[in-house]
């Protein structure tokens, strides 16, 4: 059995880690452990980074043995006059190794943006979708943020996984 300490007390990040580490391991178990980003709660560019890497040193000061810590954080990036949203996974091993890995990125429209730095991506969404979620609606269903956070979570699997690389 793998034990995967996971930096959320959201199921869904935990279940989403979880079926990631499930492509390589037959059977995986996750702790989930709520611990503080240090960052605002809607984080933007460098805070997500900060967030992941903040999760992950106060996940590693909790008891308990594992094999893999995983720290997870989504927000909202700004490229080339754009707004993006994205997930953030850093997963570290025992064997000191360490890989972070992104999620797709979809756009976030420049009217929104003002009102989501005064509240959250979340709650914004919530309002125009009337809480039918974001990326799922935006999608017509075909992606969540549980993929999100799986493919962030397997885009930081490759760091970690591959010898060769």
């Keep these: 059995m793998v034990i995967i300490k996971v930096?959320?007390?959201?199921?869904?990040?935990?279940?989403?880690?979880k079926k990631a580490f499930g492509f390589y391991f037959d059977d995986v178990e996750i702790?989930?452990?709520?611990v503080d980003s240090g960052v605002p709660e809607q984080p933007i560019n460098d805070e997500i980074f900060i967030g992941v890497e903040n999760r992950m040193?106060?996940?590693k000061k909790t008891e308990g043995d594992c094999d893999y810590w995983v720290s997870c954080e989504?927000?909202?990036?700004?490229q080339f006059g754009h707004w993006f949203n994205i997930q953030i996974v850093k997963v570290e091993?025992?064997?000191?190794?360490?890989?972070i890995g992104l999620s797709s990125?979809?756009?976030?429209p420049e009217r929104y943006i003002e009102q989501i730095l005064t509240s959250s991506?979340?709650?914004?969404?919530?309002?125009?979708?009337?809480?039918?979620?974001?990326?799922?609606?935006?999608?017509?269903?075909?992606?969540?943020?549980?993929?999100?956070?799986?493919e962030a979570t397997l885009m930081a699997l490759t760091g970690i996984m591959n010898k060769v690389w």
Excluded: H, M
């Design 93 to 99: 091993s025992w064997s000191t190794k360490e890989s």
């Design 31 to 34: 702790i989930s452990e709520k």
């Design 121 to 150: 991506l979340s709650e914004v969404l919530d309002s125009i979708f009337e809480g039918e979620g974001g990326i799922r609606k935006l999608t017509n269903g075909k992606v969540t943020r549980f993929d999100l956070v799986t």
């Design 105 to 108: 990125a979809y756009p976030v």
């Design 74 to 78: 989504g927000g909202l990036i700004q």
């Design 7 to 17: 930096a959320t007390s959201n199921k869904l990040k935990c279940e989403a880690v």
């Design 57 to 59: 040193k106060q996940l």
